[in-house]
Nanobody
Framework: QVQLVESGGGLVQAGGSLRLSCAAS????????MGWYRQAPGKQRELVAT???????NSADSVKGRFTISLDNAKNTVYLEINSLKPEDTAVYYC?????????????WGPGIQVTVSS
């Protein structure tokens, strides 16, 4: 049974920084891709950034230059360094993973973690 455990969210002032972490626990899998999506109140869930096990990254234009994603394959953990936070970054951030299990791939989502940016 794979679980994603997120940490690092909270309340921060505009211009501040946070570091989100998401660890995939369990056994019998390898990482294809991990990343983060977010959902603000009244809006659809949107891509923030993803990273493959080969360190290929993809990120939304709105976060480029402010958010940095990284992956520790040995710890099955993805990190999101968030700098220069803006009130519009307020959202629930969801960890995402695409894992290889045997000969197939499966998607998993974390429960979500709140990030609130005050102006």
């Amino acid at each position: 049974q794979v679980q994603l455990v997120e940490s690092g969210g909270g309340l921060v002032q505009a211009g501040g920084s946070l570091r989100l972490s998401c660890a995939a626990s369990g056994s019998g899998f390898s990482i294809n891709t991990m990343g983060w999506y977010r959902q603000a109140p009244g809006k659809q869930r949107e891509l923030v950034a993803t990273i493959t096990s080969g360190d290929r990254t993809n990120s939304a234009d709105s976060v480029k230059g402010r958010f940095t994603i990284s992956l520790d394959n040995a710890k099955n953990t993805v990190y999101l360094e968030i700098n220069s936070l803006k009130p519009e970054d307020t959202a629930v951030y969801y960890c995402y993973s695409l894992l290889v299990i045997a000969t197939s791939t499966r998607r998993y989502w974390g429960p979500g973690i709140q990030v609130t940016v005050s102006s």
